[in-house]
């Protein structure tokens, strides 16, 4: 495995937490009642989760334009499936990950409203006191939030599937776009512009379904229409869609690339 590889592996798990803790931003928000400074930083979150798949384009350019000289493409399939893999593996864990980031994003947003400050609040964290609140906050999952997957009759299943399919397109459509220029590579250029158009299509469906059903869901905790224990459920509930989206990644590499290839063709 290449060192270019490696990097992105690297990037794509820490990337992906990051992304997967952004929603546990939203129960923050909810439980301090500052719901715009808490929905301040989910949108960084939410940017930085939703464009950072195309830096596995030009880090995986070399390894690439290696396996079209070889004229091997199948070769790099493997190096794509472990890609994903680490996105499902660094999806669980970020999920495992949330009760302890809930604490401490509690205290973050809290110290914020106080000192009004990044600098001032950076100069807390790493402080004694500051590093003291993030030990004290270390929290093990509990068994009452896997409990919780039992009361999936009274979630929006729409809404969960849309987001487990919008998290799937945009996690395997850089790979998807990069292993058709492959297949193609008089056609590469056409293919890798193309994955701009996927995460595009990913990021709109997050933006016009996803994302204002859970700002409405939380106006509803807020106006007492509907109970924090339901939000939360609603939460995890999609933060479990998004580790099978990743999985569903995985069958969909082949079958988009070759769609990829075949719009790249006709175009």
């Given at each position: 495995m290449s060192t270019?590889?490696?990097?992105?592996?690297?990037?794509?798990?820490?990337?992906?937490?990051?992304?997967?803790?952004?929603?546990?931003?939203?129960?923050?928000?909810?439980?301090?009642?500052?719901?715009?400074?808490s929905f301040a930083v989910f949108n960084i979150f939410a940017l930085v989760s939703r464009t950072a798949n195309s830096v596995q384009a030009p880090l995986l350019a070399k390894t690439i334009e290696s396996t079209i000289k070889a004229g091997n493409p199948q070769s790099l399939?493997?190096?794509?499936?472990?890609?994903?893999?680490?996105?499902?593996?660094?999806?669980?864990?970020?999920?495992?990950?949330?009760?302890?980031?809930?604490?401490?994003?509690?205290?973050?947003?809290?110290?914020?409203?106080?000192?009004?400050?990044?600098?001032?609040?950076?100069?807390?964290?790493f402080s004694k006191s500051g590093i003291e609140q993030f030990k004290s906050s270390v929290t093990k999952p509990r068994k009452e939030n896997f409990a919780h997957f039992k009361s999936f009759k009274m979630m929006p299943k729409k809404i969960i599937l849309l987001n487990t399919?919008?998290?799937?397109?945009?996690?395997?459509?850089?790979?998807?776009?990069?292993?058709?220029?492959?297949?193609?590579?008089?056609?590469?250029?056409?293919?890798?512009?193309?994955?701009?158009?996927?995460?595009?299509s990913a990021t709109i469906l997050m933006v016009i379904f996803?994302?204002?059903?859970?700002?409405i869901l939380t106006d509803d905790v807020i106006n007492g229409e509907c109970s924090q224990l339901q939000f939360d459920r609603c939460i995890i509930f999609i933060v479990g869609g998004l580790i099978v989206g990743t999985i569903l990644?995985?069958?969909l590499l082949i079958p988009a690339a070759q769609v990829i290839s075949f719009i790249a063709k006709s175009i």
């Amino acid at each position: 495995m290449s060192t270019q590889v490696i990097i992105v592996l690297i990037l794509t798990i820490i990337i992906t937490i990051i992304s997967t803790l952004a929603y546990s931003v939203r129960i923050v928000g909810v439980r301090t009642g500052r719901i715009a400074v808490s929905f301040a930083v989910f949108n960084i979150f939410a940017l930085v989760s939703r464009t950072a798949n195309s830096v596995q384009a030009p880090l995986l350019a070399k390894t690439i334009e290696s396996t079209i000289k070889a004229g091997n493409p199948q070769s790099l399939l493997s190096t794509f499936r472990w890609i994903l893999f680490s996105t499902t593996i660094a999806t669980i864990i970020g999920s495992a990950l949330m009760p302890t980031f809930i604490k401490v994003f509690e205290k973050v947003v809290e110290s914020f409203s106080i000192n009004r400050s990044i600098p001032k609040l950076l100069m807390h964290a790493f402080s004694k006191s500051g590093i003291e609140q993030f030990k004290s906050s270390v929290t093990k999952p509990r068994k009452e939030n896997f409990a919780h997957f039992k009361s999936f009759k009274m979630m929006p299943k729409k809404i969960i599937l849309l987001n487990t399919i919008a998290f799937s397109i945009s996690t395997v459509g850089v790979l998807a776009s990069l292993y058709a220029g492959c297949l193609n590579p008089e056609l590469r250029t056409t293919c890798s512009t193309l994955s701009a158009v996927i995460n595009g299509s990913a990021t709109i469906l997050m933006v016009i379904f996803i994302d204002p059903f859970i700002s409405i869901l939380t106006d509803d905790v807020i106006n007492g229409e509907c109970s924090q224990l339901q939000f939360d459920r609603c939460i995890i509930f999609i933060v479990g869609g998004l580790i099978v989206g990743t999985i569903l990644a995985q069958f969909l590499l082949i079958p988009a690339a070759q769609v990829i290839s075949f719009i790249a063709k006709s175009i």
